[in-house]
């Protein structure tokens, strides 16, 4: 009966966003592709009898976080297949470039009954792995009908989100009790999960790390094992998978390609604007262009959040009069030399912001000066960028309230103020060099939530040696 609801509720929903679907779809391409499989469950048809965990990741954030978790479950466990979905057309070109090659990529499907059930039928997984909080009815049920366990992974729970799900807490408490593990992010979200949960699962509740820094979980503390991770807790806290992911050395190869396409030396300084949406790109234009007179090594990347915005940027660097290249006419124009060299980089692909932040010295995280809640600045602080964003970080203050403690990055309230901390740190390169350093060495002391959170779903797999009965069968 609650199946059917949810259906007519999302006809309804669906029916009158439909026109702006529809002009979004034509404007900018989005919602163009994979009708077949996010409304009637097409995914594709897995053979053979080995274990399955499928992997959803909404969109380019979370298709990047799975990459710690993708990499170690394939070496711990390599009889089992990994399948990956996603909803975004951004999400799923990204998982098919990063992923395709070696796991089937795959869009979601939509909350329907029907398509998630015949989606469940096709792939026959054994463990649905949801990133971060994708608390779909019909998906977690049809799961469990097919008898495949369900994990939330890095959980993420804002008090935003928290309050909204409060609202209708009987159905989130009832969608929660179907989910085998939810592996949070910190405390405070561990104990949102569990107040949507009841009673019960908050007074369990224990420290997330003890006097020396170890891991603990929500559960029974003194169930925990020589990992730090507690068993037989629906709760836990295993850290951010979003530090495990971050690069940390800046000679990797995708970013030393990167700054020989650019033409980047030691003799540069590199301002990255990344995660940008508008009018942050115009500002750090504006800003770049007063500060590069007196600092003529100084040269300006763009990375925009959205493509479809791609254009649009574009014409801003046209209009600011700036000698500048698209990442996309890089190869060429190293056969084909411009008349100038380009003081700023448009990087218009999808899935390089991490290689470029690499070459950052100085940085600003977008969406931080809009009504977005920011974007994610563990990648310029594990690389050691003296990084900035402005006040509006919302969506990440589990991870600013830290840094910012730590004295690894800088708030900007508004254009004077980034103009400002990038002019100091052009003056005095080791105050630069200290927001920095402080910074790598706060994501160092934050690693290690890949290896609890793959100890975790591993105890939600068959054994190891079922893979063998199965084809025998």
């Known amino acids: 009966m609650l199946a059917w609801l949810l259906n007519l509720v ?22 163009r592709e994979g009708y077949a499989a996010k409304l009637l469950g097409l995914a594709p048809v897995r053979e053979g009898g080995r274990p399955c965990v499928w992997l959803h990741a909404v969109s380019v954030g979370e298709v ?56 469940m039928r096709r ?16 998906l977690i049920s049809a799961a469990r009908s097919h008898g495949a366990r369900v994990a939330i992974i890095n959980g993420r729970l804002s008090e935003n989100s928290f309050k909204g799900y409060r609202r209708v807490r009987p159905l989130a408490a009832r969608v929660l009790r179907q989910v085998d593990l939810i592996a949070a992010q910190d405390q405070a979200t561990a104990e949102r999960f569990a107040a949507l949960l009841g009673d019960r699962e908050r007074e369990s509740i224990a420290p997330p790390a003890d006097a020396e820094g170890s891991w603990g979980a929500v559960g029974d503390p003194g169930a925990s094992g020589a990992s730090g991770v507690s068993r037989g807790s629906r709760i836990t806290v295993t850290g951010s998978l979003k530090y495990d992911g971050a690069e940390t050395d800046r000679a990797n190869e995708r970013t030393t390609t990167l700054r020989g396409l650019a033409g980047l030396t030691a003799e540069h300084t590199v301002l990255l604007a990344g995660s940008t949406q508008a009018p942050e790109e115009q500002i750090a234009i504006d800003s770049y ?18 493509p479809e915005r791609f254009e649009e940027v574009a014409a801003l660097l046209r209009e600011s009069g700036l000698p500048w290249t698209r990442r996309t006419q890089m190869e060429s124009a190293l056969h084909n030399p411009q008349p100038a060299m380009p003081q700023a980089i ?20 977008g969406g931080s000066f809009g009504d977005r809640g920011g974007q994610n600045m563990i990648e310029p602080a594990a690389y050691g960028v003296a990084t900035c964003f402005g006040p509006n970080t919302r969506n990440f203050r589990d991870i600013v309230r830290p840094l910012l403690a730590a004295g690894g990055a800088v708030v900007v309230n508004d254009a004077e103020q980034l103009e400002s901390f990038v002019w100091h740190c052009l003056r005095d390169r080791s105050y630069a060099a200290g927001v920095g350093e402080r910074a790598r060495r706060f994501v160092a002391t934050q690693l290690g ?5 793959v100890e975790l779903l591993r105890e939600l797999l068959p ?7 199965r084809d025998a069968a």
């Open 346 to 365: 448009l990087v218009d692909v999808i899935g390089e912001l991490g290689a470029w932040w690499g070459a950052a010295d100085i940085g600003f995280v």
């Open 449 to 453: 939530a890949t290896e609890r959170t």
């Open 123 to 138: 792939v026959r997984p054994d463990l649905l792995v949801l990133a971060e909080l994708e608390l779909w009815p019909n």
């Open 64 to 119: 990047n976080l799975l990459a710690t978790t993708l990499r170690t479950l394939a070496a711990e466990r390599p009889d089992c297949e990994l399948v990956i979905s996603t909803t975004t057309k951004t999400g799923y070109d990204l998982a098919q470039k990063k992923y395709g090659s070696q796991h089937p990529v795959f869009y979601c499907p939509l909350d329907f009954s029907w398509a998630v059930k015949l989606a």
């Open 289 to 306: 262009r007063r500060l590069a007179q007196q600092h003529p090594g100084l040269r300006l990347v763009l990375v925009p959040r959205h």
């Open 10 to 31: 999302y006809l309804t929903l669906l029916t009158a966003f439909s026109p702006v679907i529809a002009w979004t779809a034509w404007r900018t391409g989005k919602y």
């Open 463 to 469: 054994a190891a040696d079922s893979a063998t009965q």
